[in-house]
């Protein structure tokens, strides 16, 4: 979608259809998140309203996207009543995963435009898709992507995150690594364009944030180009930074320090007892090894370290007023953090949580739904109790 600079035609589809929409990891920003039609990311870490849009409805336009697992979690029970229009520019990723029903090779740009073309002489209209819209958009409202802060100052992964995405703006770029801070990004901050996400997706690639931020602000130097690390990603090619200091690439860098592999962490929190094998990477709990404003001031960078909530948005000004030298600023946050919602791998999607053993509590929906007289059909979907845990609950 975005390499076929397709943005305006799905725009121009959507509003004439009314079909909701759900941008995959890799396609943040190829529709705006501000748009009431959004329902969000789907997938693992998706948000409840854009994983059970996919799993309930009874057909899919897939564009450029690939039904990757971590889209689709377990795939036989994956969406099991829709039909499958997939349209892709590679033949080899029709019918890769999921079958299509209705197959088409082709550039995203030109496929939308003949798609809408089809869907306007079928008379196809917005009301067909009303109740349908009440029910996904009544999810949306009701399971918002959020996060409990615990009792206490804890500097929270997601506040830092939210407030670098209000601050520097939609006109901005920002470049995750992988891991938690990976997803806190593509859910936490409001993307409003194409090409303003740039991500490694599918190949996982710890190290790819600083490289990539330096391309992008060569590519586009007149805009702010965020690099989102994690203190593990970041220590695999910090040395590019003296790339940037040499060649004159004014990037800036945000750390979110949890001191550990927290994507690995989180699984082991889960899913492994707690038994917290090699992710501890003493970067900030205990001691700063190594200490990133030091290591930033060694390649010449500006570097800044944050470690209460009073103090980002403070810092973060003070990181886009300098605009010479890269800034690189050690966010220190809360470790125990972890990304919510989450589907398990392999488990179907049916079974979201939006927090530690914590399903989506369908039924105040439900009753939502039935006032208004609509039939969610939830069959299937148990639902669960609040969490106990203050650091991981996934709701405001
Ligand atoms: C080169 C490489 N090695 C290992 C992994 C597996 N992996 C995925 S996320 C992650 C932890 C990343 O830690 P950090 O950069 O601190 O991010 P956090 O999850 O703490 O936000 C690891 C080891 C990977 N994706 N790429
Ligand atoms: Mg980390």
């Known amino acids: 979608m975005i390499r076929a600079r397709a943005h305006e035609e799905l725009l121009a589809f ?3 259809t009314g079909i909701p929409v759900v941008t995959t990891l890799m396609a943040r920003g190829a529709f705006p998140d501000s748009h009431d039609l959004h329902l969000g990311m789907p997938g693992m870490h998706g948000s409840v309203a854009a994983v059970t849009a996919l799993q309930k409805s009874d057909l899919i336009v897939a564009l450029g996207a690939r039904f990757d697992d971590r889209v689709t979690g377990d795939l036989k029970s994956f969406a099991p009543e829709a039909k499958i229009v997939h349209a892709d ?20 740009k030109a496929t939308i435009a003949d798609l809408l073309e089809a869907v306007t002489s079928a008379g196809v209209q917005r009301a067909a898709y009303q109740a349908w819209r009440e029910t996904t958009l009544g999810w949306k409202a009701t399971f918002p992507v959020g996060y409990t802060a615990p009792e206490g100052d804890a500097l929270m992964p997601q506040y830092v995150i939210e407030r670098l ?28 364009r194409p090409m303003s996400f740039a991500n490694s997706g ?19 130097p007149d805009r702010v180009v965020w690099a989102i690390d994690g203190d593990g990603c970041f220590q695999m090619t910090n040395q590019e930074l003296a790339t940037c200091v040499i060649n004159n690439i004014p990037i800036k860098v945000a750390i979110i320090n949890n001191s550990s592999l927290g994507m690995v962490r989180q699984w082991q929190t889960l899913f492994y007892n707690e038994r917290y094998s090699n992710t501890d990477l003493h970067t900030s709990v205990g001691s700063r090894v190594p200490d990133f404003v030091k290591l930033a001031d060694a390649y010449g960078c500006v570097g800044l370290r944050c470690e209460r909530p009073e103090d980002v948005d403070a810092t973060i000004r003070k990181a886009m007023e300098i605009n010479d030298v890269p800034v690189v600023i050690d966010f220190v946050v809360e470790r125990d953090a972890m990304v919510w919602p989450m589907v398990a791998a392999g488990v179907s999607n049916d079974l979201i949580q939006i927090a530690k053993d914590t399903a989506p509590q369908w039924d105040r929906e439900e009753d939502d739904a039935s006032e208004q007289g609509l039939d969610p059909d939830h069959d299937g979907i148990p639902s669960g109790q609040h969490s106990s845990d203050p650091h991981s609950s996934g709701q405001h």
């Open 165 to 192: 995405g209000a601050i520097a703006g939609p006109e901005a770029v920002y470049v995750p690594g992988v891991g938690q801070h990976q997803m806190w990004t593509a859910q936490f901050i409001q993307y409003e």
């Open 14 to 16: 959507v509003e004439a």
């Open 202 to 220: 599918g190949l996982g690639t710890m190290g790819y944030a600083v490289p990539a931020a330096m391309g992008a602000k060569v590519a586009d």
């Open 89 to 108: 520019i590679d033949p080899a990723e029709i019918s890769k995963n999921r079958t299509a029903d209705v197959p088409i090779v082709g550039d995203c």
